[in-house]
C-alpha cells in the first residue's frame, strides 16, 4: 500500500521539461512586456506528466475522511449529507455566471431566492428580519453582537459585558471579545443546564448580551428557557441564540418564541452546504424587529409591483460585514433544501435526527459512560474518563481507532466541561444499519488492548500527527531542501 501510493509532493517528483498540456500556437503576435513586470528566472513549479498529475491528486483525495465515503458523526458540525442535485443546480450558468456588480433588473432571479431565503430563515427563528451577509456561524455572532451594540449605543445605554456558559463553543467568548465586551462565564450545574444562581449573580446592568447554544452543545435542550430569557429581558439585555444546534429543533420550536433576540444559522451544517476541508459556510442572523435598523446593509427588498432590489439607505445600519450578498452559492443550496422538504420535511428533518442520536445512544450507553445521558436531542456527549482510569484508553485513542475502521471521529474534548468527551452527533441523514454497525465497532474497540490503541491508526498513511505543532507552526509552503 505505502509503496503503491507514494507520499511524495508533485515537486519531488517533478522532472525538468515534462508537461501534461500542449497550448495551440498563439494566434497574436507577441508584446513586449515592460521590464518591470519580467521575471528574472520563471518560479519553480513542478514539471509533471499528466498520468502523474491526476494519480496524485485521486490518491490523496482517497486518503481522506468525506461524508461520500465514510460515516461523520463529528459533534456539533451536522455532517448530514450534501445532496447532489444541489451542486448540479447551483452550477447552472444563471447562478454560477452571474457578477455581483450587475444592475439588479439582470438578477432579479437571484435576489428573488435570497428575498425568500430571507423570509425562510426568519419564519424558522420565530423573529422578524434576516441578514444573509456572514460568511460563517463566528461571523454571525460577531455581527450579531455589533448589532446589540450598535443598539444600545442608540438607546444611551453603556452596557459592556457578554455572559456565555461555559458549555459553549469557543467562538462564542472569542466574538463577545472582538466586538469590544468583556465576557464573562456562566457555569453549568450537574445536570449540564444553564446554572441559574450563578446567571442570576452575574446578570445586572452591565450585561448586553446572554448568549446560550439551545440545545447546547451536550445535546441537552435547556428547559429553564423561558426562565432565563424573562430574567435576561428583566435586566434590559438581549438574549442571542447560538444557532448551530437548529437540527434538533427545526420546525419544532421557535427560538423567537422561547425569547431569543437574535441568532445565526450555520447553513454549511443544518441546511446541507459542504463544509469541513475549506468549504465555505454561511451564517445568516436574524433578528427581532427593534434590532432590524441595525442590520447590515444592503438587505434584499421587494417593492408592490413585485420587483427586487438591495436597500442600501439603512442609517442605522453596522455597515457591511461581508462583500456583496454573502456566499451566495451556499445560501442557494440552503433555499433549494428549504424548498425541496417545505415546511413537514423541515420539521421531519429534526424528529429524524432526535431520533437517530438517542438510538444511538441507546445502543452505546451500556458500554460507554455518558455523563448527562438519559436521552438527547440531535447528539450526545460520552466520556471516557472512566476508561482511561481503568484501562488507560482516552478519547483520543478511541477516535483514532475509528479511523482505522473507516469511520470519521466524534468531536474530541469538546466540549470542556465533560471529561475525556467524545461528542456523537450521527444526523437524520443516516441509516439504521449504520448506526448499528457504527455501535457495533466502537464496542469492540473498547475491548482492545491498551497498548493497540495508543498506537492507532494503524492501517492509514500517517498514523498520529503532532496536531500541536501543526497547529502552532503550521509549513504551509514547500521549500527545496
Ligand atoms: C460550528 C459552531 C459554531 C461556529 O460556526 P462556524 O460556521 O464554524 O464559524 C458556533 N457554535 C457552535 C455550537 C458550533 O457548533
Not at 447552472?92 to 431565503?117: N, R, S, V
Request: aromatic share 6%; net charge neutral; glycine share 8%.
Amino acid at each position: 500500500m505505502e509503496k503503491l501510493q507514494s507520499t511524495n509532493l508533485l515537486f519531488e517528483i517533478s522532472k525538468s521539461g515534462r508537461r501534461c498540456h500542449a497550448l495551440p500556437p498563439s494566434g497574436v503576435p507577441a508584446a513586449k512586456l515592460d521590464s518591470r513586470f519580467q521575471r528574472v528566472a520563471p518560479p519553480p513549479l513542478p514539471e509533471v506528466a499528466e498520468l502523474d498529475l491526476v494519480r496524485h491528486f485521486t490518491n490523496l483525495s482517497s486518503r481522506n475522511m468525506a461524508i461520500d465515503c465514510n460515516f461523520y458523526p463529528l459533534g456539533s458540525c451536522t455532517m448530514k449529507y450534501n445532496p447532489k442535485r444541489h451542486e448540479r443546480l447551483v452550477a447552472l450558468p444563471g447562478f454560477a455566471g452571474l457578477h455581483p456588480w450587475q444592475p439588479d433588473c439582470t438578477i432579479q432571479g437571484m435576489l428573488a431566492i435570497l428575498y425568500e431565503a430571507q423570509l425562510f430563515l426568519t419564519e424558522i427563528a420565530g423573529l422578524h428580519a434576516c441578514s444573509l451577509q456572514p460568511a460563517a456561524g463566528a461571523q454571525g455572532e460577531l455581527t450579531a453582537l455589533l448589532v446589540a451594540a450598535a443598539y444600545f449605543k442608540h438607546k444611551g445605554e453603556n452596557r459592556t459585558r457578554v455572559l456565555v456558559p461555559d458549555s459553549a463553543h469557543g467562538t462564542n467568548p472569542a466574538s463577545a471579545a472582538i466586538a469590544g465586551f468583556d465576557s464573562v462565564t456562566i457555569k453549568s450545574g450537574e445536570d449540564g443546564l444553564v446554572e441559574l444562581a450563578d446567571l442570576e449573580s452575574k446578570l445586572d446592568e452591565r450585561t448586553a448580551v446572554f448568549m446560550i447554544t439551545n440545545p447546547n452543545t451536550l445535546g441537552l435542550f435547556d428547559n429553564q428557557i423561558l426562565e432565563i430569557t424573562r430574567k435576561v429581558h428583566e435586566k434590559g439585555a438581549l438574549v442571542y441564540l447560538d444557532g448551530a444546534n437548529m437540527n434538533a429543533i427545526l420546525g419544532i420550536t421557535r427560538p423567537g418564541d422561547f425569547g431569543a433576540d437574535m441568532m445565526h444559522y450555520n447553513v454549511h451544517k443544518t441546511f446541507t452546504g459542504p463544509h469541513g476541508a475549506g468549504g465555505p459556510g454561511s451564517g445568516p442572523i436574524a433578528v427581532r424587529d427593534m434590532l432590524e435598523p441595525f442590520l447590515p446593509a444592503p438587505m434584499v427588498v421587494k417593492d408592490s409591483a413585485g420587483v427586487f432590489s438591495l436597500k442600501h439607505d439603512m442609517p442605522l445600519s453596522i455597515g457591511r460585514v461581508r462583500s456583496f450578498f454573502g456566499n451566495v452559492g451556499v445560501i442557494v443550496r440552503g433555499w433549494l433544501y428549504l424548498r425541496t422538504l417545505g415546511p413537514n420535511g423541515v420539521r421531519q428533518v429534526s424528529e429524524q435526527a432526535v431520533l437517530n442520536a438517542n438510538y444511538l445512544l441507546a445502543l452505546l450507553k451500556a458500554h460507554i459512560e455518558v455523563p448527562r445521558g438519559d436521552t438527547c436531542m440531535h447528539e450526545f456527549v460520552a466520556s471516557a474518563r472512566l476508561l482511561r482510569r481503568e484501562k488507560r484508553i482516552s478519547a483520543m485513542d478511541i477516535a483514532k481507532r475509528l479511523l482505522d475502521k473507516g469511520y470519521h471521529s466524534p468531536t474530541v474534548y469538546f466540549p470542556m466541561v465533560v471529561a475525556e468527551a467524545l461528542m456523537i452527533e450521527p444526523t437524520e441523514t443516516e441509516s439504521q444499519e449504520t448506526l448499528d454497525q457504527f455501535a457495533a465497532t466502537l464496542i469492540s474497540i473498547l475491548a482492545e488492548d491498551a497498548d493497540l490503541l495508543h498506537n492507532a491508526p494503524h492501517d492509514l498513511t500517517i498514523s498520529r500527527p503532532d496536531e500541536v505543532a501543526a497547529t502552532k507552526q503550521p509549513v504551509l509552503r514547500w521549500k527545496s531542501a
